[in-house]
């Protein structure tokens, strides 16, 4: 038995603690994924020991060249000698020095690059894992309140955003912040004055850039506005290839698209110019630290407490500093741009799901199914979905859910196997003789086992046949994956596809109709042998002919097996509300009129209207 | 995707590496070769921005020479900035304030500079690139339907979406930066070559090491990045899915086997990613080892020349400047190759994408006719989807006169979509024709043929816009009024007034926003507003309550009425009205005649009936497979 809901939903994974730690919770939405880096402190700090490694040789680099500068100034490097011959044994010094240093700084540095990617891959790692838990554990009340589009969005494109203000932590954030101080503390040893101005430029500059990003955020997200009009046109022009070809519409789509893109393009350029005249203006004020270097380092040198080669060291300490702050506008812009990406990733895993499994085991036999007095709300302001509802089936009961369209027949649905929980009222699964018990206090994946919902949008994997159906139950055997098949009337879809259940069908493979997705939808949920399968719709893209033929499949062999199995059906059709030993009329959020299709006919006028059947009544 | 395998077969999932990736099953269908001379493609498209380029490398040549003022402010006061007196050295005042302000003006000049630069840049990129994604867009209107049923609509939304954003770094970003390079190494070595020959010799005996180094890098940098890319796409699109299903894994309780899969194409992509790391990322390390042994052979031959008083102290400063002037630039090559191998790598897919020709084009001398009587003939067809896919129509034959309304039935996946896609034209039949007027529909335009033969899917896609907006895409010249009237003669006009916007109301993403039933009578409209002289009905299925039901029901016979009508017909209603019923099975004609010829025969049509009028237990019918 699966107890993964119970196991994930008692223990988050280890990266999702840490982002609930009291003390990381109310920090930046990047800080917090940052924070993941406290569930792995050892490889964190060996990174982080290997990049101040790296920097602080390319400090003592700097310096090693300025003394060698300082040498060959003093005529010491290559000397004369009295022969008049030269002695380049000071200059071959500082060639092994300075190359050894090099190498070393070399072998270093490519650890520290290695590692660094490990690490930062390690936390995008855990944090992709805990956003497929989290999608995975929410219930589908908070499914359908964010949509497929949203949760898509969330789990793809803000992740992406903050995967790239991640991937440059390493390279942007944390050697950013090492050449500068590595560079102000050359300075600061050549003589302190000479890092003083330097220190306070960038200080501004940085001051500035992170005034300019807010801006650039806005204008950033005005452009992917436009952009998402774009994208939508395009995978409309994809996705709608049929109708456009049916109708000719060819011309007029792609000057829609081209609208969309010139709009796109508008939005771009004005981006563009705001971040260009504006950036250079930081860039500038950070350059200015070498005109202050260079002016009091001439003074200096002229006073003799500086020498050329160590003014040189300093002027190219500064280089490396102006260099590394240029590009920074471009990363505090992708930060400021993933903070509101993070910020709905971590929504997303914070949202906490009330499901959650209890520890009574289910009885063994047959199950019924009794809803006492089940109130849903809607999700926005709107009437309750269900209200004061109440219904009963009997352990093998077959009964029929007819109801206009958005009566609620899917969330009712949904109840049973606690895809849903109701804000008021009971569930219960079991039998008058039995006892009742409310599907709260049962274990989850035991519930759901036993309880099995076919929805009408019969979503399959890309992945083969097979597997496909086994998903309802992993250890099927041969002979009952090829019964299941066929008791949904599926074995000719099989028959028919290049390698049978091998066929990988979905994107990348084979398309079925929705008639064949359907039908091996149908197949998953009868492999599973449930002891109360819910047909919500599941039935709706087939013919008549085959619907009656699977309905029967599935009654007659319960009856042959001996273990009955309880059908709530949802019903549109008068053939399926016939097939059933009851049928309830579900209104206004609550069962409204109960009994068989022939009583209902006769005394029920929604029901009458629902069925079509005005006519037969008179 | 969750591939759902115990834990230890390691074989199928090698076996599954195997599997043709998604860019091979593009290049099935492209039929030509991806590697090719990206080069003579690329340039092209720089075409309508010559200016700006030209533009960018002047400003180019300017920053290069910032680039080499700087260090020559520093050699001017190291040489000249200095009076040596009776206490030392005391500095020359007004000459050293020159050279500060000279730096000075040289960086606002270097970042001002650099932002016209990157402006004009990005506008080169901002045009280019949205031509090109128009161009995609277009070209990918023209393809045919096959192509839409084999690939990923991800894959084909992302060459004219990401895949074009990653030509920017090569295309316009490239060759100023490439420029630049080879300008700031040129300058940097004509002037080491001035203050001493030996100093320049001593830096360029590196360049035959770095040479060799950066072709090796190049090779193995290009050839990492489509497999970081294919792996990164395998996990993404299992999120995808797993959000899409979520539900089923629920209620299945296949979470923990979905998350471990999830995990295992994560870490694939990982390892790969640190696997073309650990290949490649020893370039810049070496780099910066080339480069110090420039400085140290700097010392060395700088130091004889001081010690020789051939260079001056300020020269030998200035050249430490020019040793890193000239080796930035080839370290910057190693960047610039490999986002050439990542753009080339993208520039591929996407030229393979608009080197895709149609798989059904126009003949030469194909005919539009202006108008049909709407005879339509299937004769003798066979059509498989793919050669190695048995047949789904087996030939196949059958008249339907002008005027005449014909009812497909037969269960479900046996091929009456089929005769649709064959019929439009989606798809061409290997064997026989389908003819209309009694021509080969080969012998019309699409556009023609299309014209007169309205279809109504199964789908019923709508397009993001108001209801109205939606009609007007079969009738452009209609007015608002018009296409109103339309809906009015369908008797549907008072469902549709009474959406939140009525006419006006946005339908959302491919008609998301509106319900089944809804859609598909906008869909029922959208058809009688074409007027075609044949019309194709594929019976939506689902579920629909009986009220939209009947209304459906009405529009159908509404719409069919004076034209040729094929109707894939899942309801009896709709079998009922047609004036002949076609029986398929398996492919071929099982039956064929009116209602009543049909029943009498007590054949499959008479089963299927009798399924229908009864459905209940006594009616069980027998398994589909013997139908025929």
């Known amino acids: ?197 330097p220190a306070i430029l960038t200080a501004v500059g940085i001051a500035i850039f992170l005034r300019l990003a807010d801006h650039l955020v806005v204008l950033d997200r005005a452009v992917s506005d436009a952009y998402d009009s774009v994208s939508q046109d395009l995978v409309e022009g994809v996705g709608g290839v049929r109708v456009i070809k049916a109708f000719g519409l060819e011309a007029s789509r792609i000057a829609r698209f081209d609208a969309a893109v010139g709009t796109y393009t508008d939005y771009a350029t004005k981006a563009l110019r705001y971040s260009t005249s504006r950036i250079p203006l930081p860039q500038v004020v950070v350059a200015l630290g070498q005109v202050w270097v260079f002016a009091l380092g001439a003074h200096l040198v002229a006073s003799g407490r500086l020498n050329v080669g160590e003014l040189v060291a300093a002027l190219l300490a500064m280089n490396t500093l102006i260099f590394r702050i240029e590009g920074i506008g471009r990363i505090i812009q992708i930060f400021a741009d993933a903070r509101a990406s993070a910020a709905r990733i971590m929504d997303l895993l914070d949202a906490d799901t009330p499901i959650l499994g209890g520890s009574h085991e289910l009885p063994a036999g047959p199950l019924g199914i009794q809803l006492a007095n089940v109130r849903v709300r809607a999700a926005g302001e709107g009437e309750d979905i269900l209200r004061a509802c109440s219904l009963q089936v009997d352990p093998g009961e077959i009964v029929a859910i007819v109801g206009a369209t958005g009566s609620g027949k899917s969330t009712l649905a949904a109840l049973l196997p606690r895809m849903l929980d109701p804000d008021a009222g009971h569930v219960f699964v079991g039998s008058s003789s039995g006892g009742w018990i409310d599907v709260r206090t049962l274990q989850l994946a035991a519930l759901r086992a036993r309880v099995h919902v076919a929805a009408q949008e019969s979503f399959l994997f890309s992945d083969t046949v097979a597997r496909n159906v086994l998903l309802g139950s992993p250890d099927a055997t041969t002979a009952e994956l090829i019964e299941a098949l066929r008791l949904a009337w599926a074995q000719d879809i099989v028959t028919n596809l290049p390698s049978g259940v091998a066929t990988v069908i979905g994107d990348r493979g084979v398309t079925l109709s929705g008639g064949q997705r359907q039908r091996l939808a149908l197949a998953r949920a009868l492999i599973a042998r449930p002891s109360v399968l819910v047909l919500d719709d599941s039935t709706s893209a087939l013919d008549a002919l085959t619907e009656q033929s699977i309905l029967h499949g599935v009654r007659d062999l319960a009856r042959s097996s001996g273990t009955p199995i309880t059908m709530l059906i949802v019903a549109s059709k008068p053939s399926t509300a016939m097939f059933a030993d009851r049928v309830a009329v579900l209104q206004g959020g609550s069962i409204v009129a109960e009994g068989s299709h022939d009583e209902l006919s006769r005394s029920s006028v929604t029901y009458r209207e629902l069925m079509g059947i005005h006519d037969a009544a008179a | ?411 479900t996946g046996h091929g009456k979509s089929t005769l649709v896609q064959l019929l439009t034209r989606f798809y061409e039949p290997q064997v026989g024709a389908v003819r209309l007027d009694g021509v080969d529909i080969r012998n019309l335009t699409q556009r023609g043929l299309r014209r007169h033969v309205g279809v109504v899917l199964q789908d019923n896609v709508l397009f993001s816009g108001t209801i109205l907006e939606n009609l007007r895409l079969s009738a452009p010249h209609a007015s608002d009024d018009e296409l109103i009237e339309g809906a009015r003669s369908l008797r549907v006009d008072d469902i549709l007034r009474r959406l939140p916007n009525g006419y006006h109301t946005q339908v959302g993403p491919l008609g998301a926003s509106l319900s089944h039933g809804q859609r598909q009578l906008v869909c029922l409209v959208r058809a009688y507003l074409s007027d075609p002289a044949v019309l194709v009905l594929d019976e939506a299925t689902s579920a629909i309550d009986v009220q939209t039901e009947r209304r459906i029901q009405h529009a159908l016979r509404r719409l069919c009425a004076g034209r040729t009508a094929i109707v894939i017909a899942h309801r009896l209603a709709t079998i009922r009205d047609a004036d002949r019923i076609a029986v398929m099975h398996n492919g071929t004609l099982a039956e064929l005649g009116t209602h009543e010829e049909l029943l009498a025969r007590r054949g499959s049509y008479a089963k299927i009936h009798e399924a229908y009028i009864r459905g209940q237990a006594s009616a069980r019918p027998e398994p589909t497979v013997e139908v025929a």
């Open chain 1, 1 to 197: 038995m699966n107890d993964y809901a119970q196991s994930v939903a008692a223990a988050p994974p280890d990266a999702v603690s840490v982002l609930r730690a009291p003390s990381v919770k109310n920090a930046h939405p990047l800080l917090r994924c940052l924070a993941i880096y406290r569930t792995m402190p050892w490889r964190f700090a060996s990174a982080f020991s290997l990049f101040f490694v790296v920097n602080a040789s390319l400090t003592w680099y700097q310096m090693l060249v300025g003394q060698a500068v300082h040498d060959v100034e003093r005529g010491r490097a290559v000397v004369r000698t009295a022969d008049g011959s030269l002695d380049f044994g000071r200059a071959y010094y500082w060639v092994a020095v300075l190359v050894g240093t090099a190498l070393a700084r070399a072998v270093v540095q490519y650890v520290a690059g290695i590692v660094s990617l490990a690490t930062g891959q390690e936390l995008l790692f855990r944090l992709r894992d805990s956003i497929l838990v989290q999608v995975q554990r929410l219930d589908m009340g908070y499914h359908l309140r964010h949509g497929v589009g949203e949760m898509v969005a969330r789990t793809t494109r803000d992740a992406d955003k903050v995967r790239d203000a991640l991937i440059s932590f390493w390279r942007n954030v944390i050697e950013t912040g090492l050449v500068i101080l590595a560079s102000l503390a050359v300075l600061c040893w050549y003589d302190p004055l000479l890092a003083v101005a």
């Open chain 2, 1 to 411: 995707m969750p591939r759902l395998e115990p834990a230890g077969h390691k074989k199928e999932a090698l076996a599954r590496d195997n599997e043709p990736s998604d860019l091979q099953v593009e290049q099935q269908l492209a039929l030509v070769d991806l590697e090719r001379r990206m080069f003579s493609r690329l340039v092209p498209l720089l075409g309508p921005v010559r200016a700006q380029i030209a533009a960018v490398v002047g400003i180019e040549c300017i920053l290069v020479i910032t680039v080499f003022l700087r260090p020559w402010f520093v050699r001017q006061v190291i040489d000249r900035g200095f009076v040596p007196g009776a206490s030392g050295r005391s500095v020359d005042g007004p000459f050293v304030a020159w050279m500060i302000g000279g730096l000075a003006l040289c960086w606002a000049l270097r970042f001002a500079l650099a932002g016209v630069s990157q402006y004009v840049a990005g506008r080169a990129a901002i045009v280019v690139l949205n031509d090109l994604r128009r161009a995609v867009f277009a070209h990918v209107q023209t393809l045919s339907i096959r192509y839409f049923d084999r690939t990923k609509l991800g894959r084909i939304v992302s060459r004219a979406d990401r895949d074009v954003d990653t030509l920017e770094p090569l295309l316009i970003q490239g060759p100023p930066e490439l420029l630049s390079a080879i300008l700031r190494c040129g300058v940097s070595g004509v002037l080491l070559f001035s203050i001493s020959p030996p100093l320049f010799w001593s830096v360029a005996g590196l360049v035959p090491l770095l040479v060799p180094a950066l072709v090796l890098f190049n090779r193995l940098a290009s050839r990492n990045w489509g497999p970081v890319a294919e792996r990164r796409s395998r996990f993404t699109s299992h999120l995808v899915e797993t959000v899409n299903g979520v539900k089923v894994l629920q209620q299945t309780g296949r979470e923990e086997q979905n998350r471990r899969r999830y995990k295992e194409l994560l870490n694939d992509f990982t390892a790969t990613l640190i696997r073309g790391n650990v290949r490649t990322s020893w370039f810049p390390p070496l780099t910066g080892v080339l480069s110090t042994a420039g400085m140290a052979a700097l010392i060395v031959v700088g130091g004889r020349g001081v010690a020789l008083g051939q260079v001056t102290l300020g020269q030998l400063a200035a050249s430490l400047f020019y040793v890193f002037l000239f080796l930035a630039p080839l370290q910057e090559l190693g960047d610039l190759f490999e986002r050439y191998a990542a753009g080339t790598a993208v520039a591929q897919r996407i030229f393979l994408l608009l080197d895709t020709r149609p798989e059904i084009e126009d003949v030469a001398d194909a005919v539009d006719p202006p108008s049909v009587r709407g005879s339509v003939e299937f004769d003798g067809v066979t059509f498989a989807y793919a050669p190695d896919r048995g047949p789904v129509i087996r030939d196949f034959t059958l008249r339907v006169a002008p005027g005449e309304r014909v009812a497909i039935v037969g269960p």
